[in-house]
């Protein structure tokens, strides 16, 4: 079970873009891509085959994943997650600081 999961909130806490938040659009191994976060300028080459415009796309880069922490509304700041059971069996996330559940 991973901590930092598809459509998230997650603040990033380290790196050129720190403070910033966004959503989670994909996670890839421990790295994340965050929407408007990290993005780079890649000059393409046109490919008709693919109906692909040449010229400077700007994109989302990856970010590893310990430099985010998932973003917790109630304090408006960051925090660690860890995992609990519950008395019915199911494992969810929780905020380490509070105890908070972050799945419902």
Request: charge should be positive.
């Given at each position: ?90 494992k969810v996330r929780v905020f380490r600081p509070s ?6």
């Open positions: 079970m991973n901590r930092i999961r598809k459509g998230d909130q997650v603040i990033v806490i380290a790196g050129k873009n720190k403070g910033q938040k966004g959503e989670v659009s994909r996670v890839v191994g421990d790295h994340v891509f965050v929407q408007n976060v990290n993005l780079v300028k890649r000059h393409t080459k046109p490919n008709p085959q693919a109906n692909q415009p040449g010229g400077i796309i700007e994109r989302e880069a990856s970010i590893d994943i310990s430099n985010v922490q998932l973003f917790n509304s109630a304090t408006g700041k960051g925090a660690r997650v860890g995992f609990k059971t519950l008395e019915d069996g199911r105890g908070e559940v972050v799945d419902a």
